[in-house]
């Protein structure tokens, strides 16, 4: 992660998108100060020691509230909110000083993955104005595997090779109609994603693209027995 920092321009601000913040309507944290929230249960007590200072921006902030009400969105403000760990741990990695300002974004899973694309669409305009716009999550998630791998050493799942190559070939393609249609239309869907709000970022940072964008795949691997953990960045072709 701190290399695909390196690669990028230094963004104004950060907008990010992750799971852990879930909302009926988009909710934008306006906050000055952006609190680190431990919101995990049962690990080593050295996490919970982990803080973030990462500082808010409130202009900034209001512009992505103007831009997705410009977009016909209805938002929301919530000026004491942070960061969870699907932000902090990804922006730790990638801006280890806290030293570029963050926006928080809710997510809304019951709109599925097409409500997230139209939520990274309304962002697009942001990325003319400085703005790094950041899609958190898994491209697989079931936790009910991770008990069973936790627990069965040696114990390996197919479809974490098969669903990530999947997306990623879909993404090389620009196929967005089989995309939107991955639960029908990729192996193992289901199984990868029994509910796909850990998914649904990634569609919010395609969205926030533009159409066609480039595609560059900067990571591939497996972390906690059976989370795909691929990155990739979309740009605008110039």
Do not use: K
Request: proline share 8%.
């Amino acid at each position: 992660m701190s290399r695909i920092a390196a690669i990028l321009p230094r963004p104004r601000a950060i907008v990010i998108v992750s799971p852990h913040w879930d909302t009926s309507t988009p909710t934008v944290g306006t906050g000055e100060r952006l609190e680190t929230i431990h919101d995990f249960y049962g690990f080593p007590d050295e996490l919970y020691d982990i803080q973030y200072p990462a500082t808010g921006c409130p202009e900034a902030a209001h512009e992505v509230v103007e831009t997705l009400r410009s977009a016909g969105l209805a938002v929301e403000e919530a000026p004491g909110h942070g960061l969870d760990h699907g932000a902090w741990v990804p922006l730790r990695q990638m801006y280890p000083d806290a030293d570029v300002p963050v926006v928080p974004l809710s997510l809304q899973s019951q709109l599925g993955v097409s409500g997230a694309l139209l939520l990274g669409q309304a962002l697009a305009p942001l990325r003319a104005h400085g703005f790094l716009i950041i899609g958190s999550g898994n491209i697989t998630h079931n936790l009910g595997d991770y008990r069973i791998a936790s627990s069965q050493p040696g114990v390996t799942f197919d479809y974490l090779r098969h669903f990530p190559h999947w997306i990623t070939e879909h993404l090389h393609q620009h196929d967005l109609d089989a995309l939107l249609d991955y639960r029908r239309l990729a192996p193992d869907a289901v199984r990868a994603h029994p509910t796909d709000e850990h998914l649904q970022p990634l569609y919010v940072a395609l969205g926030a693209a533009g159409e066609r964008p480039a595609v560059e795949h900067l990571h591939t691997g497996i972390s906690d027995f059976v989370l795909a953990m691929d990155a990739y960045a979309f740009t605008t072709r110039q």
